[in-house]
């Protein structure tokens, strides 16, 4: 079974730059978050998907961020600009429903960094 | 508000020694706690998690966790350490209410020397 994809890897942009990240979750997975994760400290969440409606959102910064989860399953997450403060590890994860028990499934992760 | 406090940065232990990595929660209701691993460049790894019931819970590559519900604990225990098992350990809870939200601690690096 494959795992959760996202891509790019690795992505190094200019301040003020536009940056997306792609996630595509394990099939059937109709859960989705978005995570930030800063060096030295554990993910934590900005954005939870369940199909294609975002249920919890309240940590996304909107004023630049932003996501999507069209046909509710790939979803893509946006930063527009880019802050030097952005630069983190961005990791997707999914799960099989919503349960607050069921474990999330982590894809390795997209490195951004903002120069 | 529901947080996980792992107390070391980083635990050494010589492989065949047993290993402890501590894991401390505060919330306001029931917790799920849960356990996972991260390699470099790769994303967290689930190892074992608690629900409710038997408050040691096995789980992958030999790991356990014991749930203390008075002490608010749930330390990751191995018998005998693997240098393969050098990697970071996130401890993390969630509470048994809807729409809440999976809590990482900050991580605690397990490195093991041979």
């Known amino acids: 079974e494959a795992g959760v994809v996202q891509s790019p890897r690795y992505k190094i942009i200019e301040k003020k730059q536009p940056v997306a990240f792609w996630c595509n979750p394990i099939s059937g997975h109709n859960t989705l978050y978005w995570y930030l994760q800063n060096l030295g400290q554990g993910p934590e969440l900005l954005i939870r998907y369940e199909n294609e409606e975002a249920v919890d959102d309240s940590q996304l910064p909107k004023d630049r961020f932003s996501a999507e989860r069209l046909k509710g399953v790939d979803s893509t997450l946006k930063i527009q600009p880019a802050e030097l403060g952005d630069s983190a590890v961005y990791l997707c994860?999914?799960?099989?429903?919503?349960?607050?028990?069921?474990?999330?499934?982590f894809g390795p992760g997209t490195r951004l960094t903002v120069l | 508000a529901q947080s996980v406090a792992q107390p070391e940065d980083q635990v050494n232990v010589a492989e065949g020694n047993p290993l402890t990595v501590k894991c401390t929660y505060s919330v306001s209701g029931n917790p799920y706690l849960f356990w996972y691993v991260q390699y470099p460049n790769r994303g967290l790894q689930f190892l074992l998690k608690?629900?409710?019931?038997?408050?040691l819970v096995k789980g992958s590559y030999g790991f356990e966790a014991e749930f203390n519900k008075s002490q608010t604990s749930f330390h990751l225990k191995k018998p005998s350490a693997l240098v393969s098992d050098s990697a970071l350990y996130f401890c993390?809870?969630?509470?048994?209410?809807?729409?809440?939200?999976?809590?990482f601690g900050k991580g605690t690096t397990l490195s093991v020397s041979s």
């Open positions: 994860a999914s799960s099989l429903g919503d349960r607050d028990w069921n474990e999330q499934f």
């Open positions: 993390a809870v969630r509470v048994n209410q809807a729409g809440t939200a999976l809590i």
């Open positions: 608690y629900i409710t019931g038997d408050n």
